[in-house]
């Protein structure tokens, strides 16, 4: 089976603008999770889909992070203005039947 | 918050050596995972241990959990360089909000040629 999609895989961006990151899930897969790994620590959940529905976002920056899963299928997260310490890498998974999670390859990003 | 904690942060070896890596962490689970991961890439899952279960294996893994005192361990043994990389244990448990995984700080493992 075809793998977690994401994209894209690096980004620098300037502090104050926004960015957008995109997750194509493994087909069928009715969960969704975004993490957020800064440099030498482990990966934090920001935001858990089921299908369409967001089931927890409590560990997410609203005033600058928003994400979506329309359809229920590929989401995206943004962040708007972005902040030197958002540099991270963002990670996008999905979890099937038997426990089964699969990470994508991350998007690098870099706010100077 | 982090579930778990892991010990040591950071493990240098020689090649050929076992490595052992230990996790803790506060929660009930419904199972605990190991990951690794090598500079800028992805997370790569290596075995998964129910909580019902005290040992596992897989090639040069052994994975042990001990629900009681909420700990478990990863042993790679006959290390090779390759093995180098950052290893995570990752909680999975069941909330309100349905299942999740939860990372610990991770070990990094350096494994001398």
């Known amino acids: 089976e075809a793998g977690v999609a994401q994209s894209p895989r690096y980004k620098i961006i300037e502090k104050r603008q926004s960015v957008a990151f995109w997750c194509n899930p493994i087909s069928g897969h009715a969960t969704l999770y975004w993490y957020q790994q800064i440099l030498g620590q482990g990966p934090k959940l920001l935001i858990q889909?089921?299908?369409?529905?967001?089931?927890?976002d409590s560990q997410l920056p609203k005033d600058r992070f928003s994400a979506e899963r329309l359809k229920g299928v590929d989401s995206t997260l943004k962040i708007q203005p972005a902040k030197l310490e958002d540099s991270a890498v963002y990670l996008c998974a999905s979890r099937g039947a038997n426990y089964g999670y699969t990470f994508g390859s991350g998007t690098r990003l870099t706010v100077v | 918050s982090q579930q778990g904690e892991e010990d040591p942060q950071a493990l240098s070896i020689q090649e050929g050596e076992n490595a052992t890596m230990n996790c803790s962490y506060k929660?009930?689970?419904?199972?605990l995972q190991w990951y690794r991961q090598n500079s800028g890439r992805g997370l790569v899952h290596l075995i998964l241990i129910r909580s019902n279960e005290r040992e596992k294996h897989s090639g040069r893994l052994r994975v042990t959990l001990d629900t009681s005192k909420k700990s478990s361990s990863l042993l790679i043994t006959a290390s090779r360089a390759a093995d180098t990389a950052s290893y995570f244990c990752?909680?999975?448990?069941?909330?309100?909000?349905?299942?999740?995984?939860?990372f610990g700080e991770g070990t990094q493992l350096t494994v001398n040629p």
């Open positions: 889909f089921q299908n369409n529905g967001v089931v927890d």
């Open positions: 929660t009930s689970i419904n199972n």
């Open positions: 990752a909680t999975d448990a069941f909330g309100t909000s349905g299942s999740r995984l939860t």
